[in-house]
């Protein structure tokens, strides 16, 4: 996802879904030019200092992370 605009909070996935146990993988970046599978490799500002997330699905909800990032872009 492109927002288009840098924005920042705890990023959530609605889940409509699941079947198994897939996994979920997010990384962010400020800039699609820093994007990398484990997200922005630059120094982060983030409550969160890895710049990506992995989840298990194992039912359908909302899964939100425990710590904000930021430069979500």
Do not use: C, K, W
């Amino acid at each position: 996802m492109d927002y288009g605009i840098d924005v920042g909070g705890l990023p959530a996935f609605d889940v409509t879904a699941a079947s198994g146990s897939p996994q979920l993988r997010a990384s962010y970046s400020e800039s699609l030019s820093y994007l990398t599978v484990n997200g922005d490799p630059r120094p982060s500002h983030s409550a969160d200092p890895q710049r990506y997330d992995s989840y298990t699905v194992n039912e359908p909800g909302t899964i939100t992370n425990a710590y904000v990032q930021g430069g979500e872009r």
